[in-house]
Nanobody, 128 residues
């Protein structure tokens, strides 16, 4: 079993920053692709940021490029999402995910159904 627990969400004002954390237990994910998704009310989960198995390749949805950064600390078995210059439209529940297999070290997975394990999510609310 793999358990992912997100933390770091909360209420921030527009223009503020948050750093989300995703801690894993049960299995290390240092050699597995990781991703961050967010879900708005009434919508499907949306890709935000991803990291390849190698950890050297990352990809972001256009709307967050230059503001969000995905990183991983393999020693702590933790993945982070640094979010800067937040806007009210980014109010959502944010989830981390890990894919159990990867056949290309540099591939970043962007579809929710390509991931195998999910955290419970952490709520981010941005006020204006």
């Amino acid at each position: 079993q793999v358990e992912l627990v997100e933390s770091g969400g909360g209420l921030v004002q527009a223009g503020g920053s948050l750093r989300l954390s995703c801690a894993a237990s049960g299995r290390t994910f240092s050699n597995f692709p990781m991703g961050w998704f967010r879900q708005f009310p009434g919508k499907e989960r949306e890709f935000v940021a991803g990291s390849s198995r190698s950890g050297d390749s990352t990809y972001y949805v256009d709307s967050v490029k230059g503001r969000f950064t995905i990183s991983r600390d393999n020693a702590k078995n933790t993945v982070y999402l640094q979010m800067n210059s937040l806007t009210p439209e980014e109010t959502a529940r944010y989830y981390c995910a890990v894919r159990a297999t990867s056949y290309r070290a540099t591939k970043v997975y962007v579809a929710a159904n390509e991931y195998d394990y999910w955290g419970q999510g952490t709520q981010v609310t941005v006020s204006s």
